[in-house]
């Protein structure tokens, strides 16, 4: 059955599907790839720790080249939109191509975006985990 839950969701429901089949949760390959990024990150130092950080951080707050394409290119449109109106609408039903193709890279973009984005918070979190541990294990 499809969901509009999320993928927080989907994720629960084959954690939960899992465990009702009999199988080990921490040999799924979500709970994997984190333990692949937890390992890698904690083999290295403090200070290599917080470079990277900082990093994701920029990852994570910054706009990026997606989101400025997105509420640029209508403008560029716009400009332009006497010579495109010409060219588009003259070839028939060319402007429904265009239309199409233009809605399909702007979709397409902006889910990459928000995947990175999440990407970002992911490893940010893995990296505060480690820090605050060596932290208490320090004090």
């Known amino acids: 059955m499809y969901s509009f839950r ?21 040999l799924l390959n979500e709970i994997v790839e984190m333990a692949e990024i937890e390992a890698y990150y904690q083999s290295l130092d403090n200070d290599t720790l917080n470079k990277i950080r900082y990093r994701m951080l920029k990852e994570k707050g910054g706009s990026g080249i997606i989101p400025i394409a997105v509420s640029s290119i209508p403008w560029v449109f716009f400009i ?12 028939g039903y060319l402007w429904v191509v265009f239309i199409c193709v233009y809605i399909t890279i702007i979709f397409i973009s902006v889910i990459l975006h928000f995947r990175e984005n ?8 893995i990296i505060n985990d480690i820090l ?8």
């Open 6 to 26: 999320g993928d927080a969701w989907k994720f629960y429901v084959k954690l939960r599907n899992a465990e009702q089949d009999g199988n080990d949760v921490r």
């Open 80 to 91: 332009v939109s006497k010579q495109l109106h010409e060219t588009i609408f003259k070839e």
């Open 118 to 125: 999440a990407w970002a918070v992911v490893h940010t979190e």
């Open 132 to 139: 605050q541990k060596r932290e208490k294990q320090n004090e």
